[in-house]
């Protein structure tokens, strides 16, 4: 199952939202294997060591036949019949995904929730009070820094003017364990 991650900001409203979407994919075989003939089993030494059990035999699909390999390497630990019961499942398995057509169903569910301390902020004046996560970090001066016994560091803030956008840079120094103050805008 694969998720992603989805900050969603919605314009004019005043919640920001978490979503993860979840996808979830199914393929399924609806072929039956009526019966099967001629089992062979052979045991092996294996390349790196251990066992091998080699399996093949003809299994009726329908009305055809059709030839089936499967094959499980162990370490020689277990009984042989063990290991050979899972080349057979291995074999029915192949002959299946060969000869039948296969299904494929594919889901995907987007669960959001609304989350406030996700909220951008609107106006960074001096004086604000926000999370870490908030701010938007300064590319250039990454490195926290020291200012009157406070850990400050370096932000950026996008503001329209008259003229257009412009970027101001910051500095935020914190309060407590997560939250900061924005001290100097400039």
């Not at 399924?28 to 399996?55: H, M, Y």
């Not at 990454?142 to 016994?149: D, I, S």
Request: net charge positive; glycine share 6%.
């Amino acid at each position: 199952m694969k998720r992603l991650l989805i900050s969603l900001l919605i314009p004019g409203a005043a919640m920001a939202q978490q979503c993860v979407l979840q996808d979830k994919t199914v393929t399924r075989n609806a072929v039956v294997i009526a019966e099967r003939s001629a089992i062979r089993t052979e045991v092996v030494p294996a390349v790196g060591g251990g066992k091998k059990c080699l399996v093949n035999f003809r299994a009726r699909i329908g009305a055809d036949w059709h030839t089936a390999f499967g094959e499980h390497e162990w370490a020689g630990d277990r009984p042989r019949e063990e290991a050979c019961a899972v080349a057979v499942q291995r074999a029915e398995s192949s002959v299946r995904d060969r000869v039948g057509r296969s299904q494929v169903v594919t889901e995907k569910t987007l669960i959001c929730n609304e989350n406030p301390d996700l909220n951008a902020l609107r106006t960074l004046n001096p004086g604000t009070i926000a999370e870490l996560h908030q701010f938007r970090p300064h590319p250039e001066y990454t490195r926290e820094f020291w200012h009157n016994g406070a850990r400050c560091r370096f932000i950026l803030d996008t503001v329209y003017g008259a003229v257009g956008l412009r970027t101001l840079q910051g500095v935020i120094c914190q309060l407590q364990d997560t939250k900061w103050v924005v001290v100097d805008k400039f």
